[in-house]
C-alpha cells in the first residue's frame, strides 16, 4: 500500500486538503489515520503536521479514536514546541 510509505508531512498535507475542499473521504482519512500509528511514525510529526492532521479529522467529523488518543501523549509531549495556532487547532 503506497499509503504506508507517506511521511509526516506527506500525510498531515494530504488530509488538510481534502478536509479544506470538504471531501470526507472516510477510507482515505482512516488509511492516513493508520499508516501515522505504523511504527510510531506520530511520534515524528512536528507540531504543524500534527495540528494540521488533527484539524482534518475534526473539520469533517471524521473519527480515529487510536490517532486520537496517541496524538493526546505526542502534543503533551511537543507542548514547549507549539505554537499558539497549533494548540488552538488541536
Not at 486520537?68 to 505554537?83: P, T
Request: aromatic share 12%; with cysteine; glycine share 2%.
Amino acid at each position: 500500500n503506497l499509503l504506508w510509505t507517506f511521511k509526516p508531512q506527506e500525510i498531515a498535507n494530504t488530509l488538510w486538503a481534502y478536509a479544506k475542499s470538504r471531501c470526507a473521504e472516510s477510507s482515505l482519512f482512516k488509511a492516513l489515520g493508520d499508516a501515522a500509528l505504523q511504527h510510531n511514525l506520530l511520534w515524528t510529526f512536528k507540531p504543524q503536521e500534527l495540528s494540521n492532521t488533527l484539524w482534518a479529522f475534526a473539520t469533517i467529523g471524521q473519527q480515529h479514536p487510536m490517532l486520537f488518543r496517541r496524538a493526546v501523549s505526542v502534543a503533551l509531549n511537543k507542548r514547549r514546541e507549539m505554537s499558539p495556532q497549533n494548540s488552538a487547532n488541536i
